[in-house]
């Protein structure tokens, strides 16, 4: 099958879903399903089973307040149906421990699903045996002709990508400074700084020249297009939509090698989240310039190819072929 009738179920249209949905670029990420497949979005208490029976795909989300809704879905299926229930794992197998429900309960939660996916291999080798590895898609098309010729460049801005599920930034502010002994000039900018579960927060003002709250998706890209390079040093395993952003956007990163799309698109600038040393060395080089760092950027300018529209359509449409077949 080339297209699927798709539905996403949510349990209301939060704000920031809808600012997610109204973006312009679409930022990669879960919600990039419903343009890739012109699909659509509806909260439970408004579903039926007639409009279930409507579409071949109806995609969940896993995380807690979520897991009920497979469990109303499947009742509202006749068994005769044809529509699936699908899965979708968006947390970082790390993030779990805090979500106060037991693994049985999410394991019960996977099993009522057609199929279940995660977005990275090391959060989905602890899914049920059968879920796929499938990474969100992104706009890459469109994210690749995002200009910079109205911005306003400055060559010693860096920035660092504040994760707030894990809330860490006091090991990127010492690899900074150790950056500053070269490069004292520099500006460092945290981004998508949260202090609500920040035990650092009391000395985010003397850790970093410039803290950047969220802001919108367009606002966050060009932001980025500015600085010399973007730090993204998260030390869960995750799938890491930003590194997406940064590849098509041509901004070097250099950060941790336990993120999926860092792995995949800087090969060369990804290390252990604790090696200090070799990231200080790999910022010096990113730094410098030259022919070295026109090689990686040339390199995660094609690989970052694999998260496009079409790539992405295809291993989902595997995914469904797969369930389809092999439904209980």
């Known amino acids: 099958m080339s297209r699927i009738k798709y539905l996403h ?142 911005l306003e460049m400055d060559r010693f801005k860096v920035g660092y990508n504040f994760h707030w599920w894990e809330a860490k930034s006091y090991a990127a502010n010492i690899i900074f400074d150790k950056l500053k002994i070269k490069y004292p000039k520099l500006i460092t900018r945290i981004y998508g700084y949260n202090p609500v579960h920040d035990k650092m927060k009391q000395w985010q003002k003397v850790m970093w020249d410039d803290i950047k709250d969220p802001m919108s998706y367009p606002s966050f890209l060009r932001s980025l297009m500015t600085n010399r390079f973007l730090f993204e040093n998260c030390s869960y395993h995750t799938y890491g939509r930003t590194s997406v952003d940064t590849a098509c956007l041509g901004v070097p990163t250099v950060g941790s090698n336990r993120i999926m799309s860092m792995r995949h698109c800087f090969p060369n600038m990804s290390f252990d989240p604790f090696d200090a040393k070799s990231i200080v060395e790999c910022m010096d080089k990113i730094l410098q310039g030259g022919s070295w760092l026109d090689e990686q950027m040339d390199y995660a300018s094609e690989a970052v190819e694999y998260f496009n529209y079409d790539n992405s359509k295809e291993r989902y449409l595997k995914m469904y072929d797969y369930a389809k077949d092999n439904r209980k």
């Not at 409009?51 to 989300?61: G, K, T």
């Open 9 to 150: 179920c949510v349990q209301r249209i939060t704000p920031s879903i809808q600012r997610a949905l109204e973006e312009v670029p679409r930022r990669a990420g879960m919600f990039n399903w419903l343009f890739l497949f012109k699909g659509t979005i509806i909260p439970i208490n408004i579903i039926t089973p007639d409009i279930l029976e409507d579409y071949d795909v109806i995609q969940i989300n896993m995380a807690p307040v979520d897991q009920p809704m497979i469990h109303k879905v499947r009742k509202m299926l006749p068994k005769s149906s044809s529509t699936l229930i699908i899965g979708n794992n968006d947390y970082t197998c790390e993030s779990w421990e805090l979500w106060g429900v037991t693994p049985q309960y999410y394991e019960h939660a996977q099993d009522i699903c057609d199929a279940v996916f995660g977005t990275e291999p090391y959060q989905t080798s602890f899914l049920r045996d059968d879920a796929f590895v499938i990474p969100h898609p992104c706009w890459t098309k469109m994210m690749k002709h995002i200009g910079t010729d109205d």
